[in-house]
């Protein structure tokens, strides 16, 4: 049995081929642009993703089976006779629906109640308004009977396999759709101003998807949620982090819909396999590789490289902080008027003294969400930022966990892939950890209330 799954994310697009043998092995990955039009918006080339998912499934050859794994929130609109698309896509870090959500404060306890989630940009409902109330081709398409609105992965399905169609897990983070139902809300789809009719047909996560060159796509699911399975997570407690462009953290609760309370955390499907749906918790944090790249963009940071290591002691104990809120604060603040800041700068900081905070205010921010999950004793942990060190071991520090560091590092496709054999009746294996990373004694409590303070400066500033 050999799979391949298509892990399109928000930098780049990867094709990972898995057999039952055990072997992975990443055979094509592609980078894409980032445009950047105004302050507060992000978007994708649609046709640029599409070019390279061709691509990676040319540079695959013979599989048994596909999945596909989409960025989650990000999404556009397209015609549904011919797949043209209308819009660009717009990114989960796009925050241009801002002030809309703002005037729709009152609908917020309506929309927890019924999705799980607040009110904000990050989810595709209001994008999706968006796209209708100000783009004219989007009203054109509306008016001719031929619009389709949703996320990527319909987009991607239509013109792969004929057929626009989403899963429930990439479903449930848009604000359309209801967790008791697992269907799309009329009531939600009207308040958001997205035409019900214009949605794809929502399956499980392991299901029929169609057809890529004859080849069965037996799966599709929430790059996060992928994540979740490719790293073990099968039982209640079991808890993983993803440091990508953001850092996401998930803990399986079950296959009951986690209970209303005040931590911040979103409940979120995990996956929906035949008649069983496993729910999960979510947090996250917009910027973790973001600020990497920003800080490398700007000229602050060489290269990643120099985030493995450092010689001082922790910027945090010496005054130093960075709040890593480039694009609002999600997780447990849901605080889109916030914005990034450096704190305690003196004439003796140095370049490295930033970098330094920089990497410790990602662990931070990912330390606020994980506490809110309850007592995690063990942590399982990938993503591109995993090969700091310097990390690896604050976060394990400042959160009193083991971090266990999984033997490969595409645990997102390998997810995806582990879903799609479920599809075909069988079973890949998961790789051994490669590291595991043990906490050190430091004063948790002292990091956290510093830092917590400088959370609380940055909070709000953009108002």
């Known amino acids: 049995m050999r799979l391949l799954a298509l892990d399109q994310g ?6 990972l081929v898995a057999d ?18 105004q302050a507060d918006r992000v978007e994708h080339d649609p046709q640029e993703l599409l070019a390279n998912l061709r691509a990676v499934i040319a540079a695959a050859g013979q599989v048994d089976a596909i999945a596909l794994s989409n960025q989650g929130e990000s999404c556009l609109a397209w015609d549904a006779v011919t797949g043209e698309p209308l819009s660009p896509v717009i990114v989960w870090q796009d925050r241009r629906t801002e002030a809309k959500l703002a005037g729709m404060a009152g609908q917020a306890e309506m929309v927890r ?3 799980g989630l607040p009110l904000d940009p990050y989810f595709s409902a209001s994008k999706l308004g968006w796209l209708g109330d100000n783009n004219r081709r989007v009203q054109q398409a509306h008016r001719a009977g031929r619009l389709r609105l949703g996320t990527t992965d319909a ?30 809300d009329p009531e939600l789809c009207k308040l958001f101003g997205v035409p019900i009719e214009c949605l794809p047909e929502i399956r499980p996560t392991v299901s029929d998807f169609g057809c890529i060159g004859g080849v069965p796509v037996t799966a599709a699911v929430v790059d996060q949620q992928a994540a979740l399975y490719g790293h073990g997570c099968r039982v209640p407690g079991d808890a993983k982090i993803t440091f990508g462009t953001g850092a996401f953290a998930l803990a399986v609760t079950g296959e009951t819909r986690p209970p209303e309370d005040d931590s911040g955390l979103l409940p979120t499907v995990a996956w929906q396999v035949g008649e069983t749906t496993t729910f999960a918790v979510d947090g996250g944090v917009h910027a973790a590789g973001a600020a990497v790249e920003w800080a490398m963009r700007i000229g602050r940071l060489d290269g990643p490289e120099a985030l493995g290591a450092f010689e001082a002691p922790a910027a945090i104990d010496r005054g130093l902080a960075f709040v890593p809120a480039l694009a609002g604060l999600a997780a447990p603040h849901w605080d889109g008027f916030a ?26 921010r990912a330390a606020e969400v994980i506490a809110r999950m309850g007592p995690v004793a063990r942590l399982s942990m990938d993503g591109g930022l995993t090969r700091s060190a310097y990390l690896c071991q604050f976060l394990a520090d400042v959160t009193g966990a083991e971090i266990v560091l999984p033997g490969t590092e595409e645990l997102t496709a390998l997810g995806a892939a582990q879903l799609a054999a479920l599809g075909l009746g069988g079973t890949l294996p998961s790789p051994a950890p490669r590291a595991v990373v043990t906490p050190r004694p430091c004063d948790q409590a002292a990091r956290l209330a510093r830092f917590s303070d400088a959370v609380s400066r940055a909070r709000g500033w953009r108002s």
């Open 10 to 15: 928000t930098t780049s697009t990867r094709g």
């Open 113 to 115: 109640a019924r999705t």
């Open 155 to 184: 987009f991607f399905l239509q013109h792969l396999t004929g057929e626009a169609r989403t899963d429930v897990t990439t479903a449930s983070r848009t604000s359309l759709m209801s967790l008791e139902t697992g269907q799309w």
């Open 339 to 364: 914005a990034g800041l450096f704190i305690g700068m003196t004439g003796a900081t140095t370049r490295q003294d930033m970098a330094q905070a920089l990497i410790e205010g990602v662990a931070l």
């Open 20 to 37: 039952d043998s055990g072997t992975a092995e990443i055979v094509h990955a592609v980078r894409h642009d980032q445009h950047f039009p």
